[in-house]
Nanobody, 128 residues
């Protein structure tokens, strides 16, 4: 049984930082590209960032470039999202997702349809 469990969300003031973690189990971590998505109230889910299974290639939403950093630790089967200089517009539920490399091959990482598994989400609230 595959599980993706996010943690690290919370309430922070604008300009602050949070680090989200996503622990994966029940899958071979090195066979998956990992992504973070978010969904704000009344809005559609949007891609935030993704990292290839090699850990050497990353993609970011333009509005988070230079502020957010994705990383992975294959030994712990965990992907992280370091979020700095947070803004109120970053407020959302953040979801971790895993895309098998066969499913993801040739597809853009921001396509939610390539992701096979999703976590339950963790709330991030940034106050102004």
């Amino acid at each position: 049984q595959v599980q993706l469990v996010e943690s690290g969300g919370g309430l922070v003031q604008a300009g602050g930082s949070l680090r989200l973690s996503c622990a994966a189990s029940g899958l071979t971590f090195s066979n998956y590209n990992m992504g973070w998505f978010r969904q704000a109230p009344g809005k559609e889910r949007e891609f935030v960032t993704g990292i290839k299974w090699t850990g050497s290639s990353t993609v970011y939403l333009d509005s988070v470039k230079g502020r957010f950093t994705i990383s992975s630790d294959s030994a712990k089967s965990t992907v992280y999202l370091q979020m700095n200089s947070l803004k109120p517009e970053d407020t959302a539920v953040y979801y971790c997702a895993a895309a098998h490399i066969f499913t993801a091959s040739g597809q853009p990482m921001d396509n939610p349809r390539i992701y096979n598994y999703w976590g339950q989400g963790t709330q991030v609230t940034v106050s102004s």
